[in-house]
């Protein structure tokens, strides 16, 4: 599976949106981009998933670029519970085993 | 969603003592389930992978005899961490993808281990 890139850290203001990037240059054609995230001391929890289109659910909005090399996770009025930890994954549909990167820390401050 | 349970949530037990952890999926059968062990302030880590009816599959550098891995039925899942040191104090996390063509992983809630 490709491996992803992900800023260790960021801030966002509560209500305001919170624009998550992630890097997988090196995506083979048949793999999807998962986003989890992880809130202290829980278990990770899916959000979204996305092979080239454009993707939104409930709880946010994958942004795919058209070369698929890169992607934005959306969380569109961040909220104090969005405060997380995200993890951008690369792999295949119906694949096995997720590897976790080191993540992006949301803070989402009042 | 689907549901992955885990038991106990927290565990605290002194160092030499074997210590079992149970991952159940509550609402579909799961031939394999997935172990990942996570430190303060560190990603996951997957350990192993477990299946129902054969052994697991450990990954590099994760001792097969000090964590045993038991997939007793298509809903339960059990880690051992076999005469437990300080060293082991982490938190254990399982996951399992349903068998079901959805395309998500579900993972448990987590168990804290202190090993005193």
């Known amino acids: 599976d490709a491996k992803t890139t992900q800023p260790p850290s960021m801030d966002c203001a509560e209500g305001r949106a919170a624009n998550l990037p992630c890097n997988h240059s090196t995506i083979s054609g048949n793999e999807y981009v998962y986003w989890y995230r992880q809130i202290h001391s829980q278990g990770p929890q899916y959000i979204i998933h996305?092979?080239?289109n454009n993707e939104t659910n409930e709880m946010a909005s994958l942004i795919i670029t058209e070369d698929r090399k890169s992607s934005t996770l959306i969380l569109p009025h961040a909220t104090l519970r969005d405060t997380a930890v995200y993890y951008c994954i690369v792999r295949t549909k119906g694949g096995n085993k997720l590897v976790f990167g080191a993540g992006t820390i949301l803070r989402v401050k009042s | 969603g689907a549901v992955v349970s885990q038991h106990p949530s927290r565990v605290i037990c002194k160092s030499g003592t074997s210590v079992k952890i149970e991952c159940r999926s509550l609402?579909?059968?799961?031939?394999?389930m997935f172990w990942y062990r996570q430190f303060p302030k560190q990603s996951l880590m997957l350990m192993a992978t477990s299946n129902e009816g054969s052994k697991a599959t450990y990954e590099q550098g994760v001792e097969k005899d000090k964590f045993l891995i038991n997939h007793a039925s298509l809903t339960l899942s059990t880690l051992t961490v076999t005469s437990a040191h300080p060293e082991d104090s982490s938190f254990y996390i399982c996951s399992a993808p349903p068998t079901a063509p959805q395309e998500t992983q579900y993972f448990g809630p987590g168990t804290r281990l202190l090993v005193l």
């Open positions: 996305g092979l080239k």
């Open positions: 609402d579909f059968q799961a031939t394999t």
